[in-house]
């Protein structure tokens, strides 16, 4: 099983939007659609899907948070015309942030938000060899503008699995930009593959609960273990989700809750709900109770 897994917010199109986008990639499919019922946000659909082989998550639950570039997906292509075919289908409807054509890294790039808002780096590898077809990218900006490398050191030392693959920093001449600040980073996470920039441009956006991290863990040792590391914003705590110091939003979730919440027991599903409704670190105990209706 995937250890961490994207989570992607939509007011009600995670059932649509998920069937986009596996149809964009292949080795990509829908494995479970559930509804969840009774929540603050009403009946919800929470979709788990493939892209390219990795791991998804989707929920519709209401217009309470936006996707914006602070976190997007690189897509690693073999040749310039996947890029134009993938540029074609997610930039209709959608919004162009910078524009698709060659640049100093890449002979074919473009970075868009599909119709969604969700956000695309889609990216010529030309002879560089990939592992990962899709790889999730933070932009620190803002307030945290120029914490790339300390968030770096800090995620490799809370997840096991985990090394810096590479930094690059900004030199002189690259203002706003401050020289020694990250350029771009890749660095590994329980064995998955992300990015990481600093910008010192004005952006109008921050990391938000629009996309989260699910961790998945076997014990509650384990969920306890990451939530005292990552939890750094209290207010924030609530069924399972937590805030770290750098904004960035993370879902400490036990694996077996996945098996609990694809069940076609209604009654079950609805109990597990409102067990972890009331929720803000999970307990596995509480939850198995409330699955089998102790």
Request: net charge negative; with cysteine.
């Amino acid at each position: 099983m995937q250890k961490i897994i994207p989570h992607l917010w939509f007011d009600k199109e995670a059932k649509e939007a998920t069937a986009f986008y596996t149809s964009l990639f292949p080795n990509s499919s829908i494995s479970n659609i559930t509804r969840i019922t009774d929540t603050p946000s009403g009946d919800c659909d929470l979709v788990t899907f493939q892209l390219a082989g990795q791991d998804f998550m989707a929920i519709s639950a209401g217009p309470f948070f936006k996707f914006n570039p602070s976190v997007s997906f690189f897509v690693c292509c073999e040749t310039m015309e996947e890029v134009d075919l993938l540029w074609a289908k997610l930039s209709e409807g959608g919004s162009v942030l910078m524009a698709l054509g060659e640049y100093p890294f890449s002979k074919r790039y473009g970075w868009v938000q599909d119709i969604y808002g969700l956000s695309w780096q889609i990216m010529y590898m030309g002879e560089q060899p990939f592992k990962q077809k899709i790889i999730p990218g933070f932009l620190f900006v803002g307030d945290v503008c120029g914490k790339v490398e300390e968030a770096l050191h800090f995620y490799t030392s809370v997840f096991h699995k985990s090394e810096i693959s590479y930094i690059l920093h900004y030199g002189k001449g690259e203002e706003p930009d401050k020289e020694g600040t990250v350029k771009h980073a890749g660095f590994i996470l329980e064995g998955e593959q992300f990015a990481a920039m600093d910008s010192a441009h004005e952006h109008r956006f921050q990391f938000n609960e629009a996309i989260s991290f699910i961790v998945n863990c076997d014990t509650q040792t384990e969920i306890d273990e990451y939530w005292e590391k990552l939890s750094a914003v209290p207010e924030a705590e609530q069924c399972g989700w937590l805030k770290d110091k750098y904004g960035v939003s993370w879902q400490i979730v036990p694996t077996v809750m996945g098996e609990m919440m694809a069940s076609k027991d209604q009654e079950k599903n609805r109990r597990v709900t409102q067990a972890f409704l009331s929720m803000k670190k999970f307990d596995i105990a509480i939850l198995r109770r409330a699955y089998e209706g102790e």
